[in-house]
T-cell receptor, first 114, second 113 residues
């Protein structure tokens, strides 16, 4: 079965600095990869996904993620963090060519300090 | 398009009772998934329905069940509630599955006393 690891429970960055939230995955075959964000007392909001093609995926709110097949990683990045980016971020994976369920990582809490 | 709606938003129950949660997906979406979110366990997959059929099931006891109706609306039921069932229950819909992203509802906060 597929799985996702988010090695950092917490990431702290200063406003204006670049941010990276890490994600590695394990799946049989090729993956579909997703990033979601959750604000307090809200459901998850979709940020971006990798299906195929260009390894650099651009998404909502200036976020992007790079798919690295050899390292089985899909790290989320943003060139310049905003205080409003502070939230809980989830990476998720689903196996291509399979109806397996979507598996989520444990989440990483991002705090951007002014 | 209206988003995913979940009712009720908040529920308080006592141990041993049962509860039914409802989810209305985005119009045209045929896949509905349910997740349990707790601080300790994170997001855990409960089950997925597609065209009224349960397609996938997570590792939860049989007290957790669900169904999907012909209009794609879904319900999940938890019987014989335990304190550990206290959680945020999230519903997500997608057009199909596979490479489609899921759209989440705001969740139902269940508290079991």
């Amino acid at each position: 079965a597929q799985s996702v690891a988010q090695p950092e429970d917490q990431v702290n960055v200063a406003e204006g600095n670049p941010l990276t939230v890490k994600c590695t995955y394990s799946v049989s075959g090729n993956p579909y990869l997703f990033w979601y964000v959750q604000y307090p007392n809200r459901g998850l909001q979709f940020l971006l996904k990798y299906i195929t093609g260009d390894n650099l995926v651009k998404g909502s709110y200036g976020f992007e993620a790079e798919f690295n097949k050899s390292q089985t990683s899909f790290h989320l990045k943003k060139p310049s963090a905003l205080v409003s980016d502070s939230a809980l971020y989830f990476c998720a994976v689903r196996a291509m060519y399979n109806n397996n369920d979507m598996r989520f990582g444990a989440g990483t809490r991002l705090t951007v300090k002014p | 398009k209206a988003g995913v709606t979940q009712t009720p938003r908040y529920l308080i129950k006592t141990r041993g009772q049962q509860v039914t949660l409802s989810c209305s997906p985005i119009s045209g979406h045929r896949s509905v998934s349910w997740y349990q979110q707790t601080p300790g366990q994170g997001l855990q997959f409960l089950f997925e329905y597609f065209s009224e059929t349960q397609r996938n099931k997570g590792n939860f006891p049989g007290r957790f069940s669900g169904r999907q109706f012909s209009n794609s609306r879904s319900e999940m039921n938890v019987s014989t509630l335990e304190l550990g069932d206290s959680a945020l229950y999230l519903c997500a819909s997608s057009a199909t599955s596979g490479n489609n992203e899921q759209f989440f509802g705001p969740g139902t906060r269940l508290t079991v006393l």
